[in-house]
């Protein structure tokens, strides 16, 4: 019903900066939002931020606030994480999901993109 594509993905230095974007495809729409989750080797997944497709809400893991930004386009139909201040603890694979629920931030969500990688050397 729905298929999202990431990429924006790479390799910097601590303190550099990256965006990622995120195609979304499919009915999305409803106060439900799309999700920004990534996963380090040896670590559980976990949201990293998400945006309602209506109205714009956000959330964001604490360790980010401050240096991560999510945002929406319609016209385009993308979503964005504009990373900032990274480091290396940033080190994992970013994936884009949809359905997040703001009211329950536990449950998983059921589509997937095929994630991309995002590397802070020190």
């Known amino acids: 019903q729905v298929q999202l594509v990431e990429s924006g993905g790479g390799l910097v230095q601590a303190g550099g900066s990256l965006k990622l974007s995120c195609v979304v495809n499919?009915?999305?729409?409803?106060?439900?939002?799309t999700g920004w989750y990534r996963q380090a080797l040896g670590k559980e997944r976990e949201l990293v931020a998400a945006?309602?497709?209506?109205?714009?809400?956000?959330h964001y893991l604490d360790s980010v606030k401050g240096r991560f930004t999510i945002s929406r386009d319609f016209a385009k139909n993308t979503v964005f994480l504009q990373m900032i201040s990274l480091k290396p603890e940033d080190t994992a694979i970013y994936y884009c999901?949809?359905?997040?629920?703001?009211?329950?931030?536990?449950?998983?969500?059921?589509?997937w993109g095929q994630g991309t990688q995002v590397t802070v050397s020190s």
């Open positions: 999901a949809f359905p997040v629920l703001m009211a329950s931030l536990e449950r998983p969500p059921d589509y």
């Open positions: 499919g009915r999305t729409s409803g106060p439900y939002a």
């Open positions: 945006i309602t497709w209506n109205l714009g809400a956000t």
